[in-house]
C-alpha cells in the first residue's frame, strides 16, 4: 500500500513541518508518503548478561533460565583458611539470595540446585554461548524451593569441603569460579534473586570456632551473569518479538523502490507498528524499553546506537497498542548516503528480565495493524 499527498503553500514557520530543515524558498512542496513494510522477522541474538543486576532462576513451557554467581573476595582475606575450617567443631555457611523479580502463578512454589561452577569464566563478553561450555559439578551441593512473588530470602546451606576448596584457593590469591543456580524440569515460573549492591545482593554468611567462640563473616560483593533460552517455537521468521532475557530482537525492512527519489530532503519519518497482545507477556514492574536501530550488517544484524528512534505508544487515547518511533536521521540516511538494512529493534531492558513485545507483521489481515513507514519530505 502506498498514500501519497501533496500540498504546496507558504508557510512563516515552515520548519513546523517536521524536524528538518525547509529550504527557504517561497513556495515548497511537501510530500506525504506511507509505506508498508516488505518483510519482518526476528532473530534469537545471545546477549551480553554479565553483571547483569539480577540473578534468574526457573523454566515454564516458554523459556528457561539460570545463571552463575562468584563472590569476589577471598576467604582468607577475613582470615579463613583451610586449617581454622578444619579445626572447628561449629559451622555454617549459608549463602542468602533475595527475590525482586517473578515470571508465573504467585501460587507456584519452584525448586532450586545450586551447584560448584569448575571451569573459568568472566563477565567480560559474557553470554549464552560461553554459559554453555562452562563446566559445574554433576550433583547439587544443596536443594532449595522457594514461592514465586515471595519476598523472603532463599537459603542455601553450602558443605564444609567446599569452603576448604575455596579457603585452599585463597591461599593462592585465586577467586573461586563461584556457583551456579539452576531449577529442575519440572519449575513452572522463574524467579529473580538481586545481584547488585544493595539491600537485595546476595550474602554469605560464615559461622565457624567452638562452642565457646565463633566468629561470623559476611561477603556480598560478586560477579554474576544468566542465560536464557526459549524452549516454545515462535514461528521467529514469521514474527516481529523482542523478547527480554534470551534475547530475541526483531528485525523490519521496507523496499528501497518505495522510497521517494531524487535529491530528498526528509522533514520527518515515523516507523509504526501494532501490537500483538496474543504473543506478548507483560511484567508487572519491569516495562519494555524499545529502540529501532540502523542496521549496518544484515548478516550479523549488528546495532548502531546512534540516531535511534524510541518506540513509545503513539497515542493512548484512542489506540493503547500502537507504537512510533522517530527515525528521520536513519531514513535521510537511507535516501542519501546509506544502504537500506531496515531496522532491527531491541529492548534496552533486556537484562531485566523475561517480558516480551510482539508486534504484527505485513502479512496482517488486518491492513491498518501492518508495519508502516510515514515519511514527510521536499524534493529539493
Given at each position: 500500500?502506498?498514500?501519497?499527498?501533496?500540498?504546496?503553500?507558504?508557510d512563516?514557520?515552515?520548519?513546523?513541518?517536521?524536524?528538518?530543515?525547509?529550504?527557504?524558498?517561497?513556495?515548497?512542496?511537501?510530500?506525504?508518503?506511507?509505506?508498508?513494510?516488505d518483510?519482518?522477522?526476528s532473530v534469537?541474538?545471545?546477549?551480553?548478561?554479565g553483571?547483569?543486576?539480577?540473578?534468574?532462576?526457573?523454566?515454564?513451557?516458554?523459556?528457561?533460565?539460570?545463571?552463575?554467581?562468584?563472590i569476589?573476595?577471598?576467604?582468607?582475606?577475613?582470615?579463613?583458611?583451610s586449617?581454622?575450617?578444619?579445626?572447628?567443631?561449629?559451622?555454617?555457611?549459608?549463602l542468602f539470595?533475595?527475590?525482586?523479580?517473578?515470571?508465573?502463578?504467585?501460587?507456584?512454589?519452584?525448586?532450586l540446585?545450586?551447584?560448584?561452577?569448575l571451569?573459568?569464566?568472566?563477565?567480560?563478553?559474557?553470554n549464552?554461548?560461553?554459559?554453555?561450555?562452562?563446566?559445574h559439578g554433576?550433583?547439587?551441593?544443596?536443594?532449595?524451593?522457594?514461592?514465586?512473588a515471595?519476598?523472603n530470602?532463599?537459603?542455601?546451606?553450602?558443605?564444609?569441603?567446599?569452603?576448604?576448596?575455596?579457603?585452599?584457593?585463597?591461599?593462592?590469591?585465586?577467586?573461586?569460579?563461584?556457583l551456579?543456580?539452576?531449577?529442575?524440569?519440572?519449575?513452572?515460573?522463574?524467579?529473580?534473586?538481586?545481584g547488585?549492591?544493595?539491600?537485595?545482593?546476595?550474602?554469605?554468611?560464615?559461622i565457624?570456632?567452638?562452642?565457646?567462640?565463633?566468629d561470623?563473616?559476611?561477603?556480598?560483593?560478586?560477579?554474576?551473569?544468566?542465560?536464557?533460552?526459549?524452549?516454545?517455537?515462535?514461528?521467529?521468521?514469521n514474527?516481529?518479538?523482542?523478547q527480554?532475557?534470551?534475547?530475541t530482537?526483531?528485525?523490519?525492512?521496507?523496499?528501497?523502490?518505495?522510497?521517494?527519489?531524487?535529491?530528498?530532503?526528509?522533514?520527518?519519518?515515523q516507523?509504526?507498528?501494532?501490537?500483538?497482545?496474543?504473543?506478548?507477556?507483560?511484567?508487572?514492574?519491569?516495562?519494555d524499553?524499545?529502540?529501532a536501530?540502523?542496521?549496518?550488517?544484515?548478516?550479523?544484524?549488528?546495532?548502531?546506537?546512534?540516531?535511534?528512534?524510541?518506540?513509545?505508544l503513539?497515542?493512548?487515547?484512542?489506540?493503547?497498542?500502537?507504537?512510533?518511533a522517530?527515525?528521520?536521521?536513519?531514513?535521510?540516511?537511507?535516501?542519501?548516503?546509506?544502504?537500506?538494512?531496515?531496522f532491527?529493534?531491541?529492548?534496552?531492558?533486556?537484562?531485566?528480565?523475561?517480558?516480551?513485545?510482539?508486534f504484527?507483521?505485513?502479512?496482517?489481515e488486518?491492513?491498518?495493524?501492518?508495519?508502516?513507514?510515514?515519511?514527510?519530505?521536499?524534493?529539493?
Amino acid at each position: 500500500m502506498i498514500i501519497l499527498a501533496a500540498s504546496t503553500g507558504c508557510d512563516e514557520e515552515p520548519t513546523s513541518v517536521g524536524e528538518g530543515i525547509l529550504p527557504e524558498e517561497d513556495f515548497i512542496s511537501i510530500d506525504t508518503l506511507v509505506i508498508e513494510a516488505d518483510e519482518s522477522f526476528s532473530v534469537d541474538e545471545p546477549i551480553i548478561t554479565g553483571g547483569a543486576p539480577t540473578m534468574f532462576a526457573g523454566e515454564t513451557d516458554q523459556k528457561r533460565v539460570m545463571s552463575i554467581f562468584r563472590i569476589d573476595s577471598l576467604l582468607t582475606d577475613r582470615g579463613i583458611t583451610s586449617d581454622t575450617l578444619a579445626a572447628s567443631t561449629v559451622f555454617d555457611a549459608t549463602l542468602f539470595l533475595k527475590p525482586e523479580y517473578y515470571l508465573g502463578d504467585t501460587t507456584e512454589t519452584i525448586s532450586l540446585d545450586i551447584y560448584e561452577v569448575l571451569s573459568g569464566w568472566s563477565t567480560d563478553g559474557f553470554n549464552r554461548d560461553v554459559f554453555d561450555v562452562i563446566n559445574h559439578g554433576n550433583e547439587p551441593l544443596y536443594t532449595s524451593s522457594a514461592v514465586l512473588a515471595d519476598t523472603n530470602a532463599v537459603e542455601f546451606s553450602l558443605p564444609l569441603t567446599l569452603m576448604k576448596r575455596w579457603a585452599d584457593k585463597g591461599a593462592e590469591s585465586i577467586i573461586p569460579q563461584g556457583l551456579l543456580i539452576k531449577s529442575n524440569e519440572d519449575a513452572n515460573g522463574i524467579i529473580g534473586f538481586g545481584g547488585a549492591a544493595g539491600e537485595n545482593a546476595p550474602r554469605l554468611r560464615i559461622i565457624y570456632g567452638s562452642e565457646e567462640a565463633q566468629d561470623t563473616v559476611t561477603f556480598s560483593q560478586n560477579s554474576r551473569a544468566f542465560a536464557a533460552y526459549l524452549k516454545q517455537d515462535l514461528d521467529l521468521q514469521n514474527s516481529v518479538i523482542i523478547q527480554a532475557g534470551t534475547a530475541t530482537r526483531a528485525i523490519v525492512k521496507f523496499a528501497d523502490h518505495k522510497f521517494p527519489e531524487g535529491n530528498i530532503l526528509i522533514h520527518n519519518a515515523q516507523l509504526i507498528l501494532t501490537r500483538n497482545e496474543e504473543n506478548s507477556i507483560s511484567h508487572p514492574s519491569v516495562r519494555d524499553s524499545l529502540f529501532a536501530h540502523h542496521m549496518p550488517d544484515p548478516n550479523k544484524h549488528t546495532i548502531r546506537e546512534g540516531n535511534r528512534g524510541e518506540l513509545a505508544l503513539a497515542d493512548s487515547d484512542t489506540n493503547a497498542n500502537v507504537y512510533s518511533a522517530t527515525v528521520s536521521e536513519i531514513v535521510q540516511a537511507w535516501v542519501t548516503v546509506e544502504v537500506n538494512n531496515g531496522f532491527i529493534i531491541r529492548d534496552d531492558h533486556e537484562t531485566l528480565g523475561l517480558h516480551r513485545t510482539s508486534f504484527f507483521t505485513e502479512q496482517a489481515e488486518d491492513a491498518n495493524k501492518r508495519p508502516q513507514l510515514k515519511i514527510i519530505f521536499s524534493r529539493l
